[in-house]
């Protein structure tokens, strides 16, 4: 039997160099076979394709052309988040530098459950981690220059804003105690009430967004009747319109209280990178645990999320052993232990593209992507505004404009989405907010024109019934 090369190792090199080929190939293809942001026809159309595209998925006798088949068939199936057009949800295209990264983190394959499996990974991690605690606490306070109170604030790599809130709440009860009772405003992430079932936390006691943001009277209120340790979770950039809590006001109130403090900024943390909109996160730096995701304001491939804590030694209540991971005698020894460190056992190095995009495009450069985004939805905003078949929830807080045809219906509203789906030519959200239906555009594609912003008004007006 012909045993197939693998990837790491003195050959790896050469033996993925026309595998490659083969790749970028099939993915220009693909994209011209898909030839729009969306495949056309709907579920059940891509899915049909697919399957006779794939055919048996696990022959006897291995194909050859599996390699070009498959990705094929998966990019002219696919959601294009680099298209303007498509423009729905949190779906950031990747820095090709990134993905260059991440395919370096692939053949190196390793694991960052011990030492051992990943030398130089673990300790890239804790350099990514530092620099990335200090940009939310304050550089004064990175780890490593602790003072004589408490060690400074630590940073743990996630799958993303589900874990990342997940983790922050499991913290917040290892710290207060089991009975701590969650609050969160209306307009807060699912992940957050799920993660409080999951722990077997009481319902979390949900306070008013009539504003689409936590109201800071109304937190008030809710602290001062409730007993007990209490965890306020806030938000900096909402799933639905990208809106960012009264922070300054809610840890006020928290520390009037004596309340913990979490900040899901899964969307919003990439502001931070820039300096005209960095103000927008005053207050960050008050939380007790903060989730960012850089998988979305950050322009990393799937996944890259992380978990800021002010203090480090709240990151005690996940320590583990297992002997054949982090001995005590070899602990003792010097070898990190990394085990700790997540919920995970098995960790891909994800820390390695982060790493490479803070080094390659410094501050300045994640900044002028951030500032591009945002002045573009300032601009498909004041075009909205400007077309009177058209109706605009407000002026975005970030990056994300909802809109919706002027004096329509609800469900036609929601057939105009689903039209231009199902043609595969524009690929929008949808948010329900102050009773209505709206249209999402989220732009995160920093090379979208103004002109890409008209097309994609233009096609909204165009399949909206008169």
């Known amino acids: 039997m012909h045993m197939p090369p693998l990837a790491s190792g003195p050959q790896g090199p050469g033996a993925l160099r026309p595998l490659l080929d083969t790749v970028l190939d099939a993915l220009a293809a693909g994209g011209r076979a898909r030839g729009g942001p969306l495949p056309r026809g709907g579920p059940d159309a891509v899915a049909a394709r697919l399957r006779a595209a794939v055919g048996e998925v696990l022959p006897d006798e291995g194909d050859p052309d599996a390699l070009r088949l498959l990705v094929h068939a998966l990019a002219a199936g696919a959601a294009d988040p680099a298209d303007p057009l498509c423009a729905a949800h949190l779906h950031c295209p990747p820095l090709a530098v ?32 530092e620099t990335l605690a200090a940009e939310v606490y304050g550089r004064a306070d990175a780890p490593g220059r602790q003072t004589d109170q408490a060690p400074g604030p630590d940073c743990l790599v996630t799958t993303g804003g589900t874990e990342s809130n997940h983790l922050a709440l499991l913290l917040a009860r290892e710290a207060l105690g089991g009975g701590v009772r969650l609050v969160l405003g209306a307009n807060a992430h699912h992940s957050l009430t799920r993660a409080a079932w999951l722990l077997g936390l009481p319902q979390p006691v949900v306070v008013p967004a009539p504003a689409g943001t936590l109201d800071p009277a109304a937190l008030g209120d809710a602290l001062t009747a409730l007993r007990g340790p209490l965890l306020v979770a806030a938000t900096a950039g909402t799933t639905d319109a990208g809106i960012i809590d009264p922070l300054p006001e809610i840890a006020a109130r928290c520390r009037a209280h004596g309340a913990r403090l979490h900040i899901d900024a899964a969307y919003g943390g990439g502001l931070l990178f820039s300096d005209r909109y960095r103000a927008l996160l005053d207050g960050l730096d008050a939380a007790d645990t903060v989730t960012l995701d850089l998988h979305k304001l950050g322009w990393q491939p799937v996944a890259a999320g992380l978990l800021a804590v002010r203090d ?23 070898l990190p232990d990394l085990l700790g460190r997540s919920l995970r056992t098995t960790r891909r190095p994800d820390a ?11 501050r300045a450069g994640l900044g002028a992507l951030v500032d591009r985004v945002c002045d573009r939805a300032r601009e498909l905003a004041g075009l909205i505004a400007a077309r009177p078949a058209l109706e605009l929830y407000d002026r975005p807080a970030i990056s994300t404009v909802l809109f919706r045809p002027a004096r329509a219906a609800d469900d036609a509203v929601a057939a105009v989405r689903r039209t231009l789906l199902a043609d595969g030519r524009a690929v929008l959200g949808r948010a329900r907010l102050d009773g209505r239906l709206w249209l999402k555009a989220t732009l995160l594609d920093p090379h979208a024109r103004p002109d890409d912003l008209a097309a994609l008004l233009e096609l909204v007006e165009g399949h909206t019934p008169r």
Do not use: C, F, M
């Open 98 to 129: 990134a993905t260059a990264a991440d395919l370096a983190a692939s053949v190196l394959n390793p694991s960052l459950d011990s030492w051992d499996q990943a030398p130089s990974a673990s300790a890239l991690e804790a350099l990514v981690t």
């Open 312 to 334: 480090a030694r709240d990151l005690a209540a996940l320590h583990q052993r297992a002997d054949y991971l982090n001995a005590d005698d070899d602990t003792e020894a010097g």
């Open 352 to 362: 390695l593209k982060i790493a490479v995009t803070l080094k390659a495009l410094g």
